[in-house]
Antibody, heavy 122, light 111 residues
Framework: QVQLQQSGPGLVKPSQTLSLTCAIS??????????WAWIRQSPSRGLEWLGR?????????DYAVSVKSRIIIDPDTSKNHFSLQLHSVTPEDTAVYYC????????????WGQGTMVTVSS | DVVMTQSPLSLPVTLGQPASISCRSS???????????LNWFQQRPGQSPRRLIY???KRDSGVPDRFSGSGSGTDFTLEITRVEAEDVAVYYC?????????FGQGTKLEI
């Protein structure tokens, strides 16, 4: 049974970096069958895909245009997890952040993490 | 980006009665492989989204058969034959055909 367990702080100061980790059990971050994504949800923006990483002979990363200049998603094969870093945050980045799995060919999100509420405030 | 528009945004229902949610996309959702990547998610209060339906009409494992999906092109529907109390949730459609994937704004099902 595949599970995703998120961790990270729930409060970040403006201009600082939001950092979250998604630990994978029952699957591998470097599987050639899967893509690993971050999605956020806020009342103002709804559900918003932020970016993804996947391995197919080499690592690939894609980011949403809205955050492309500020985001890094990194896999860690030694810990079987992947992380999200969002730099220079503002109160507009306040949201519930989710990690999720997308099986190649499914073009969907079949497994989700439990969600982390992140508030950007001084 | 493809815009997904759901209606209604709020759906009062009676237990045991049917319910229907519409989702329209701003572009057709047939992918180059011939499949249509339209999904439906259920989000109960305080929980993460849970996928119910993928590729328009395929139910995920464990999803009750009272949930069904249909549609084609740009118009899609999620139907619940007989609403139960556990179905109180917000329902989202999501397209996976065009990059980036995009979600509808959600429909709140209320008893």
């Amino acid at each position: 049974q595949v599970q995703l367990q998120q961790s990270g702080p729930g409060l970040v100061k403006p201009s600082q970096t939001l950092s979250l980790t998604c630990a994978i059990s029952g699957d591998s971050v470097s599987s050639s069958r899967t893509t690993w994504a971050w999605i956020r949800q806020s009342p103002s923006r709804g559900l918003e895909w932020l970016g993804r990483t996947y391995y197919k002979s080499t690592w690939y990363k894609d980011y949403a245009v809205s955050v492309k200049s500020r985001i890094i998603i990194d896999p860690d094969t030694s810990k079987n997890h992947f992380s999200l870093q969002l730099h220079s945050v503002t109160p507009e980045d306040t949201a519930v952040y989710y990690c999720a799995r997308d099986l190649h060919g499914a073009r969907s999100f079949d497994i989700w993490g439990q969600g982390t509420m992140v508030t950007v405030s001084s | 980006d493809v815009v997904m528009t759901q209606s209604p945004l709020s759906l009062p229902v009676t237990l045991g009665q049917p319910a229907s949610i519409s989702c329209r996309s701003s572009q057709g959702l047939v992918y180059s492989d011939g499949n249509t990547y339209l999904n439906w998610f259920q989000q109960r209060p305080g929980q993460s989204p849970r996928r119910l339906i993928y590729q328009v009409s395929k139910r995920d494992s464990g999803v009750p058969d009272r949930f069904s999906g249909s549609g084609s092109g740009t118009d899609f529907t999620l139907e619940i034959t007989r609403v139960e109390a556990e179905d109180v949730a917000v329902y989202y459609c999501m397209q996976g055909t065009h990059w980036p994937y995009t979600f509808g704004q959600g429909t709140k099902l209320e008893i």
